[in-house]
T-cell receptor
Framework: AQSVSQHNHHVILSEAASLELGCNYS??????LFWYVQYPGQHLQLLLK??????LVKGIKGFEAEFIKSKFSFNLRKPSVQWSDTAEYFC????????????FGTGTRLTVIP | NAGVTQTPKFRILKIGQSMTLQCTQD?????MYWYRQDPGMGLKLIYY???????DKGEVPNGYNVSRSTTEDFPLRLELAAPSQTSVYFC????????????FGPGTRLTVT
């Protein structure tokens, strides 16, 4: 079955630590990939997206992600996290076929300790 | 642009009651979606619409109904509320098909007791 997996459920880091959140998808066809962030009490906001071209994409607030097709992965990274990055992070994929609906991972909660 | 707006923000329902969650977007988007978010489960698609008058089921449609009479509005109806429908509900919209991102509303937190 088609799915998006996020294996880190809760990550706790100190400020200035580096971050990498894993995301794997199981589709064989063409996909678009997204990372969304949900700050406490707020709605989902787009961090970055990959449609085509350079597999290293840069998003807002210093985040970046790398699409590795051979590994079916789209991991999110940030060199130095801040307390304000405390949030829940969702990876999502949309297939080129069908109704183009988004499939979400289960999310990773990031807690940054000052 | 207000983007995607949802009302109400919070609601408590008793088992068996019904209600409508409202969703409106002012971006003239064709595609609209309803998701529910349960703790540790990510977002699951309930229903979606690719244009006025066209709706279809997502992953978890049971217990819900939708309609899409205008481009702007996409209400979600809960008939005979059950505790299993306690969740946070998000509405989203996007301009087109594959190569477009979705924009999310602020959510409605629903508790059924």
């Amino acid at each position: 079955a088609q799915s998006v997996s996020q294996h880190n459920h809760h990550v706790i880091l100190s400020e200035a630590a580096s971050l990498e959140l894993g995301c794997n998808y199981s589709y064989g066809g063409t996909v678009n990939l997204f990372w969304y962030v949900q700050y406490p009490g707020q709605h989902l906001q787009l961090l970055l997206k990959y449609f085509s071209g350079d597999p290293l994409v840069k998003g807002i607030k210093g985040f970046e992600a790398e699409f590795i097709k051979s590994k079916f992965s789209f991991n999110l990274r940030k060199p130095s996290v801040q307390w304000s990055d405390t949030a829940e992070y969702f990876c999502a994929a949309v297939l080129q076929t069908g109704a183009n609906n988004l499939f979400f991972g289960t999310g990773t909660r990031l807690t940054v300790i000052p | 642009n207000a983007g995607v707006t949802q009302t109400p923000k919070f609601r408590i329902l008793k088992i068996g009651q019904s209600m409508t969650l409202q969703c409106t977007q002012d971006m003239n988007h064709n595609y609209m979606y309803w998701y529910r978010q349960d703790p540790g489960m990510g977002l699951k698609l309930i229903y979606y619409s690719v244009g006025a008058g066209i709706t279809d089921k997502g992953e978890v449609p049971n217990g819900y109904n939708v309609s899409r009479s205008t481009t702007e509005d996409f209400p979600l109806r809960l008939e005979l509320a059950a505790p299993s429908q306690t969740s946070v509900y998000f509405c989203a919209s996007k301009e087109g098909g594959f190569s477009y991102e979705q924009y999310f509303g602020p959510g409605t937190r629903l508790t059924v007791t």
